[in-house]
Nanobody, 123 residues
């Protein structure tokens, strides 16, 4: 599975962005998907994850209620809708594919990674 993330940019606090992650290959629907982020000088952290069907979603406490992960298996794409953005959301955002159907929190369980897209939120 090859992943291509897009949709990042520079926005003001309170704004919204939607990230997309397009996957190649025929097995996209067999993979749970996740979004992670890495802020400058910090380790990469979990943001959100979704099961193969979209029926189960997990979120980091820091984004719960503001971010929504979704997927369209017909388009081989996973999305991260980010609302009410804060300066502390500034990071490079990565999408990743897990080799199983149900989502995981740990980045170490994800086998495939996109190249990352930068989100910068100004105050």
């Amino acid at each position: 599975v090859q992943l291509q993330a897009s949709g990042g940019g520079l926005v003001q606090a309170g704004a919204s962005l939607r990230l997309s992650c397009a996957a190649s290959g025929r097995t996209f629907s067999r993979h749970a998907m996740g979004w992670f982020r890495q802020a400058p000088g910090k380790e990469r952290e979990f943001v959100a994850a979704i099961s193969w069907s979209g029926g189960s979603t997990f979120y980091a406490d820091s984004v719960k209620g503001r971010f929504t992960i979704s997927r369209d298996n017909a388009k081989n794409t996973v999305y991260l809708q980010m609302n009410m953005l804060k300066p502390e959301d500034t990071a490079v955002y990565y999408c990743a594919a897990y080799g199983g159907l149900e989502p995981r929190y740990s980045q170490y369980e994800y086998s495939y990674w996109g190249q990352g897209t930068l989100v910068t939120v100004s105050s």
